[in-house]
């Protein structure tokens, strides 16, 4: 099946550094891949939908400054937290299906940590 | 805008009960629903779609228009079924999900 690897799974950094996540399909070719956030205790938030070779759509009080995505490959997508705060601590997975595919897989999620 | 709703966030049940998880959902366009499942140290992954009309591990949800619902049912629990469930809705088409809060589910033997 289909199979969607994220890494790092944990991160540590300090206030002020930049942390980046990527989100690998390891068996099928990504042409959309999505990214959330998720609270403790809260739910999946979307935050962007990144599409292969073009810019990711942010949605509405995300700041696309603030988290980077790339989707240069099929297979690959980034999403880099800038200049992180411990506000940014969180949980961010991503998902990614192919395209004319209209089932998502996940992936397994990286907490990161800003101290 | 779309919203989902899962009203309780815990739900215990003992083992060979039935479980119904609700979920309502507010959206302006034809939409399609879901429900995921998380396993304690796993990713979420799908557990039925509402176009699938189909039952998976026992489970059936039934999209209500007139109600905007899509409750999740299980006759009989069981222990195995204990996990996070997130009711998600997009619009037909589009991949964008919009989740539920969740609901943690501990069957007791």
């Known amino acids: 099946g289909a199979v969607v690897s994220q890494h790092p799974s944990r991160v540590i950094c300090k206030s002020g550094t930049s942390v980046k996540i990527e989100c690998r399909s390891l068996?099928?070719?990504?042409?959309?891949m999505f990214w959330y956030r998720q609270f403790p205790k809260q739910s999946l938030m979307l935050m962007a939908t990144?599409?292969?070779?073009?810019?990711?759509?942010?949605e509405q009080g995300v700041e696309k400054d603030k988290f980077l995505i790339n989707h240069a490959s099929l297979t690959l997508s980034t999403l880099t937290v800038t200049s992180a705060h411990p506000e940014d601590s969180s949980f961010y997975i991503c998902?990614?299906?192919?395209?004319?595919?209209?089932?998502?897989?996940f992936g397994a999620g990286s907490r990161l940590t800003v101290l | 805008a779309q919203r989902v709703t899962q009203p309780e966030k815990l739900l215990s049940v003992f083992k060979g009960a039935p479980v119904e998880l609700k979920c309502n959902y507010s959206y302006s366009g034809s939409p399609e629903l879901f429900w995921y499942v998380q396993y304690s140290r796993q990713r979420l992954q799908l557990l039925l779609r509402h176009i699938s009309r189909e039952s998976i591990k026992g489970f059936t949800a039934d999209l209500n228009k007139g109600e905007t619902s899509f409750h999740l049912k299980k006759p009989f629990a069981q222990e195995e079924d204990s996990a996070m469930y997130y009711c998600?809705?997009?619009?037909?088409?589009?991949?964008?999900?919009?989740f539920g809060k969740g609901n943690q589910v501990v069957v007791i033997p």
């Open positions: 990144s599409n292969e070779g073009s810019k990711a759509t942010y």
């Open positions: 998902s990614a299906t192919a395209a004319g595919a209209n089932v998502l897989t």
């Open positions: 998600a809705l997009s619009s037909r088409g589009n991949n964008r999900l919009a």
């Open positions: 068996d099928f070719q990504a042409t959309t």
